[in-house]
């Protein structure tokens, strides 16, 4: 019996047809540029840091790329609906939008100079040149361009799979199973072949500069550091910034010099990642070597968790020294040979059982001692290594608990502790400085008179957050990409212009890259601390004595103004 044609062989072009839009002779989509441009202008807008001409540029193609697909998928759903085709936009319309561009885009800059001129004047950075605006236009038209082929590459892609996939599958199903496969080999591909082939060769770049060994940097000659006489760990195994950070801090003399008294030198330890297969294993290690340097014998023990470098911020260790006039002793170790913000991204986890076994490990022997010949303990780290200092501690209370003191200088937004203190801070304190408990063991503090806010008893134990509100290390987290982070609802820091805004996804494509920028500013602006420190330790550790003057000297011997 004959039911009739074929489904499967019915003509389906002129359906198609009316529900794919218009293709014109560019081989763009008219709504697509006109969203892009319009979330490029938006890209221009202030941000937290002033950026170059090359960020600029990134973000605005980035932004472009992201309006163009929002604004082509739109107009494929409104074609699909209606299933009709529009009117394909003609030579004239597109004329127009290439005017409209240009005109817009020279409005749009003027405002752009101007918001950066209010910006680099508040932050004491130099002006843009006039070839910013330029290299801006061609950095973020060959960004767009990149981006719009390596996607029109993978719709290719996944069109000729569903072509094959056709001969045996109804139509809509070969174009459902395509994508699924595209979809999945990218992924594969983005975290096989090609995450293992970038982290070998990002390994093997970093542990080549980490065995570096300046001629600038001579080995300790006194027991009181780690690869001196006597030492339990080598001078190559330590690292590039393990090298730097036993060799540097002030001498005996400069000591001396500050205080008006015979000074100590200094006890600093340090393992490298070479100097043992395990990070329990290399704190165990540094203890045994702070032990040989009679660390615990001093009158402050400073634990500090590093970046993914193994850096540590000399002012911040420094200002101990200088506070105890050397009767000091100061222990860390290397976890990764990968800066922060890489190894922050791939092994953010090595960062918490470094922080984590090293502070266990110091803390077992320290708890053995007599309580009255024990040395005060402090825990510290900026950065990444706040991060992965605070994995010691389940929360303010614990390191109150077991420590004599903390100081985290530039937390990051992933900071568990930090984060719950934030989300759980007090009515009406603002998230970029909030208040917690009404101060009484953690204060969050961005200048040195944020130190007395509250003005409220603050016992010791203390414990202080540093952290500015225009840093984007702090602030910078995938959530911005669709939700509006509540410093940016609340009033301005006092170094983040008013005019700046939360948009979806361009903001978080902004502050992505003030995250590149973010120490290439002044002191006591986005991710640079330098002033403060001396201030923040004054308040934790201060000894008996100290004097505000004192903490006015340290500052100056911090900033180099002395």
């Excluded at 937290?48 to 082509?72: D, M």
């Excluded at 994508?179 to 093997?204: H, K």
């Excluded at 990444?384 to 100081?407: H, N, P, Y």
């Excluded at 998230?431 to 408990?437: A, F, G, H, Q, T």
């Amino acid at each position: 019996m004959d039911s009739g044609p074929s489904v499967r062989n019915a003509p389906t072009e002129p359906e198609s047809e009316a529900a794919r839009p218009p293709r014109d002779p560019h081989g763009l989509s008219f709504t697509g540029m006109v969203l892009a441009l319009l979330v490029a202008w938006i890209s221009l807008t202030p941000s937290l840091l002033p950026r170059g001409p090359l960020f600029q540029g990134i973000v605005s193609g980035a932004a472009a790329f992201v309006g163009y697909g929002l604004g082509t998928l739109l107009a494929a759903v409104a074609f699909w609906m209606v299933r009709r085709r529009p009117p394909r936009p003609g030579g004239a319309v597109w004329t127009g939008l290439a005017v409209l561009a240009v005109a817009g885009s020279v409005g749009v800059f003027l405002w752009f100079a101007h918001w950066q001129r209010d910006l680099r004047t508040l932050m004491e950075v130099d002006g843009l040149s006039w070839r910013a605006y330029p290299t801006i236009v061609i950095v973020a038209v060959i960004i767009f361009a990149a981006l719009l082929l390596t996607a029109r590459a993978v719709v290719w892609v996944a069109r000729a799979i569903a072509g094959v996939l056709g001969r045996v599958l109804p139509d809509r199903f070969a174009v459902v199973a395509a994508c699924l496969v595209v979809v999945v080999g990218t992924v594969g591909i983005l975290n096989g072949v090609v995450a293992d082939a970038g982290m070998t060769l990002l390994n093997d770049v970093f542990k080549n500069v980490n065995n570096e060994i300046g001629a600038e940097i001579d080995a300790p000659q006194g027991p009181e550091r780690s690869g001196g006489p006597g030492s339990l760990v080598s001078w190559e195994s330590l690292g590039r910034q393990g090298r730097i950070f036993v060799a540097g801090g002030p001498t005996a003399a400069q000591l001396a010099t500050f205080s008006g008294r015979p000074a100590s030198t200094p006890v600093r330890v340090y393992t490298g990642l070479a100097s043992a297969p395990t990070p329990e294993e290399e704190a165990a290690l540094a203890v045994a070597e702070l032990e040989r340097a009679g660390g615990f014998q001093r009158a402050v023990l400073g634990v500090a968790t590093t970046t993914g470098t193994g850096w540590i911020n000399e002012r911040t260790a420094a200002a101990v020294e200088y506070l105890y006039n050397g009767d000091t002793a100061l222990v860390s170790m290397q976890y990764s040979y990968l800066p922060s913000w890489i190894s922050f991204v791939v092994d953010k986890e090595r960062a918490r059982r470094a922080g984590r076994a090293l502070f266990d490990a110091v803390y077992a022997r320290w708890s053995t001692l007599a309580m009255d010949a024990r040395p005060k303990l402090v825990v510290f780290g900026e950065s990444l290594g706040s991060f992965g200092g605070e994995a010691a501690f389940s929360g303010v209370q614990d390191m109150a608990a077991r420590t004599d003191g903390v100081l985290f200088v530039g937390p990051t937004a992933s900071n568990e502790v930090w984060r719950d203190v934030t989300a759980r801070r007090d009515s009406g304190s603002p998230e970029r400085l909030p208040i917690y408990r009404d101060g009484r063991i953690v204060r969050f503090v961005a200048r040195a008179p944020d130190l007395g806010r509250p003005a409220s008893e603050w016992p010791s134990p203390r414990v202080v957050y540093l952290q500015h509100a225009s840093d984007p290390i702090t602030w910078w987290t995938p959530e911005l990409l669709f939700r509006e982070p509540d410093w940016l609802r609340e009033p301005r820091g006092d170094d983040v212009l008013p005019a700046t805004r939360w948009y979806p996804v361009v903001t978080f494509l902004q502050v992505s890259a003030d995250m590149a920028v973010s120490v290439d500013v002044p002191d006591g602006h986005g991710h640079t601390f330098h002033a403060a420190i001396a201030d923040s330790w004054a308040a934790i550790l201060a000894p008996a004595g100290w004097s505000e003057a004192d903490t006015t000297r340290l500052r100056a011997v911090l900033t180099g103004s002395a």
